[in-house]
């Protein structure tokens, strides 16, 4: 059964921008899918259609048997917990240390006590420490994270996305500040978590080799349509 299920979701910004039309696919539980297509083809907004961080205009999107659509504010911050965001850019807090970002995904993003290290239980600092070996910090545990380099940084976001114990991963653009020898150890990282660990990953791309190799399924989109929806086997150029 599909842990993800997107059925018409379309999205228009204002009366002009239709960014989805009509989206459908759905997602196994434990799947590593690549969406793909041009810039401004709509992946980013399908991303945030998916947590909510915007509205869809009109559609269902169905997470864990529960349309995320439906939900009042309180019932979508614990779905959410359940849902980790990888962005471009990292969006972690600067001034923080390594550890005071990956335990910040604990708190939902709220900033204000994210630099006392003393509200967290020794378990959860246990815990971020693990995940931040796994991912190869080990030695940048109480750097400040604008002393890292992208590729550590874009760790870091993932560290604070599974502190979470999320059953999914949403990556956008996940690579597309890095070079390609962090690209690799970004990717590497994604298809652990969801080979090892089971979680369900989505990820945003624009680069299709990089696709081809790592994902089960593609989703090809373009004009905030579906184009392609399958295996990376049976890819064509004119695809
Ligand atoms: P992609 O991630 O594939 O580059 P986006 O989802 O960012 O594409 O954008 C899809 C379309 O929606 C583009 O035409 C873009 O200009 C438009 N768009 C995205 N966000 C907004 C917004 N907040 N307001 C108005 N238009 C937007
Ligand atoms: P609320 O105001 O309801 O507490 P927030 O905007 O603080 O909601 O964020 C709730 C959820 O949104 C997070 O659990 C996460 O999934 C996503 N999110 C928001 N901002 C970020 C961020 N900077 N990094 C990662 N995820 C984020």
Redesign the pocket.
């Given at each position: 059964t599909a842990l993800l299920e997107v059925a018409h979701v379309s999205?228009k910004?204002?009366n002009d921008?239709?960014?989805?039309s009509d989206v459908n696919f759905s997602v196994r539980e434990g799947e590593f899918v690549s969406?793909i297509?041009?810039?401004?083809?709509?992946?980013?907004?399908?991303?945030?259609c998916i947590n909510r961080m915007?509205d869809a205009s009109s559609g269902e999107i169905n997470f864990d048997n529960v349309n995320i659509l439906s939900l009042n504010k309180r019932e979508l911050k614990k779905t959410r917990t359940k849902i980790g965001m990888i962005f471009q850019h990292y969006n972690l807090v600067n001034r923080l240390t390594v550890i005071e970002n990956t335990l910040h995904g604990r708190l939902g993003f709220k900033t204000t006590f994210a630099g006392m290290l003393g509200i967290y239980t020794e378990e959860e600092k246990q815990q971020a420490i693990k995940i931040l070996n796994v991912l190869g910090l080990n030695e940048q545990i109480f750097k400040r994270s604008d002393q890292l380099s992208g590729g550590q940084k874009q760790r870091v976001g993932i560290a604070r996305a599974l502190i979470q114990n999320p059953r999914m991963l949403l990556c956008?653009?996940p690579i597309a500040s890095l070079d390609p020898s962090s690209s690799k150890v970004i990717m590497d990282h994604l298809k652990n978590i969801s080979v090892k660990m089971g979680i369900t990953v989505l990820v945003?791309l624009?680069q299709v080799d990089v696709a081809l190799k790592y994902s089960d399924t593609i989703i090809g989109?373009n004009g905030?349509q579906v184009v392609y929806n399958g295996s990376p086997k049976n890819i064509t150029p004119d695809d």
């Open positions: 999205k910004f204002g921008t239709k960014a989805l969406i297509g041009p810039s401004g083809a709509g992946k980013s907004t399908l991303l945030r915007i956008d653009e945003n624009h989109i905030g």
